[in-house]
Nanobody, 118 residues
């Protein structure tokens, strides 16, 4: 089992920045994927950014060039730096980890609200 706890959401003006953090209850070093998803009202949950097990990073098309994912394996944390925020970035952001050793398991945090508005 892995518990994921997000922090750092809030209200920001268009063009501003926010940094989200996700703290895991244990090491995510061996996870198959670790990263962030988001869900806006009335829309499906979508990929924001994830680390693959081989170290590659995948970003959603709408955030490329604006968002940056990073991780600190020593602290069991994954962060998301969000710059040049737009109103359409408004959503609940979820931390996610997937493991397949011993069977497929997907872990989610409780989510943190990000609102981009003037």
């Amino acid at each position: 089992q892995v518990q994921l706890v997000e922090s750092g959401g809030g209200l920001v003006q268009p063009g501003g920045s926010l940094r989200l953090s996700c703290a895991a209850s244990r090491s995510l070093y061996s996870a198959d994927t670790v990263g962030w998803y988001r869900q806006a009202p009335g829309k499906q949950r979508e990929l924001v950014a994830v680390y693959m097990r081989d170290g590659r990073i995948s970003y959603g098309d709408s955030v490329k060039g604006r968002f940056t994912i990073s991780r600190d394996n020593a602290k069991n944390t994954v962060s998301l730096q969000m710059n040049s925020l737009k109103p359409e970035d408004t959503a609940v952001y979820y931390c996610n980890a997937v493991t397949t050793g011993g069977g497929f398991r997907a872990y989610w945090g409780q989510g943190t609200q990000v609102t981009v508005s003037s």
